[in-house]
Each structure stands twice: as C-alpha cells, then as structure tokens.
C-alpha cells in the first residue's frame, strides 16, 4: 500500500519546518548569516543535518526565506506606521525615515544582515526586493507631496531611491557589528540628523521636535 501522508504528519512536518526557520531567524539576529550554517541551525533544534536537507534546497534557500520572512516583517511595520502617521505626505515620510532608522539603531545585527552583510546571489536577490520594496513605498509617499505641493519639483522614483540610501548609508557606521552600541541620546541625534537631511532634499521646513 502506498504511502499516504494525514493531516497529522503535514503537520508535524510543517512544525518542523518552521522551527529550523525560526531557529536559523535566532543565529542571524543575534550573530548574521555567516552563523546560520545548517549544522548549528540542526543543533538548535536538536535534530540531524539531513533532517534540515529533506526540508530545505540547501543552505542558500533556506536563508533566503529567513531573509524574506525579517524583511517581510520589517515592510509590514513601516506601511502600518506610514498609514497612521497621518493624511501629509510630509508627516508619513518623516515616519518612514523615523522608524526605518530607529528600528536599525535598536536591532543593529539584524539591520547589518538586511542591509549590508556580504550573502550568495539567492540571498541578494531577496535584498533586492527589499529595497524596492522601500523605494515603492517612499515613492508613492514622495507623489502624493509632489501632487499637494509639499515637496520641491523633482522625479518621485529618483527622490525615494535616494532618500533610502542616504538613510542606509548614513546608519552604516552605527550599525556595524563591530561598532560599540550608540546611547538613547545618540540614536535620537542620528535619527532628528537624517530626518534634517532628507527634508532638506525634499524641500520641506522641519524644526528639531518634528514636522512643522
């Protein structure tokens, strides 16, 4: 008689499945990808090597669903916050810039392994997407100003992209694994610094407390 798989065994595959996902989530949050190799993602989960193989298409796929999950759910809170921020244009890219930046500062481990930390091709594609994902939200952000007059005259598509590498680029220094871990009163000077910046590139007046 064939095999035949029930709903319990689905999932109790499925469960298992999800814990190496979680578990391989764990390494990179707390030491990046280079840690998440497949033996200590099994030893976390106490289980063999191969039983981590007959789930996953290599250590790469594996990764590059962990990737897409922490990414996922970094895109997810910024569109919630972007859509309560309020009907401005202005008040919802000052959110975007606000949190993008804050949550950065304060998961620097995880922020360098989506941002920046060298990873294969399949991993990089998901970053890629990621980064999209960003530029989509800020350009729709950067339109809607440009339509009601907010913003300076300028290419929405250009202005996001450039907004969001200016925000990586400038968090770069206090995010590295090897930089000490900046106070509450740094993060907050970093964070109102990169707001300043990119206010200015869009045209818009803001005083040091927010959005005037």
Known sequence: M???????TRKN???KR???LRAARALVAADGFKAATVAAIAARCQASVGSVY???DGRDRLLAEVFRSAATHEIDLVRLAVSDAGQRASERIDELIRIFSTRALHGRRMAWALLFEPVSP???????VYRRSYADIGEQIISDGLAGGEFVPQDPRLASSAVMGAISEALVGWIRPDSPEPSEETQTAVVDGIRSFCFRALGVPMMSGGMR
Request: hydrophobic share 40%; charged share 30%; aromatic share 18%.
């Open 122 to 128: 399949v991993v990089e594609a998901e970053r890629l």
């Open 54 to 56: 007959s789930y996953f």
């Open 2 to 8: 064939p095999y035949r798989q029930t709903a319990l």
């Open 13 to 15: 595959a499925e469960d």
């Open 18 to 20: 999800d814990g190496f």
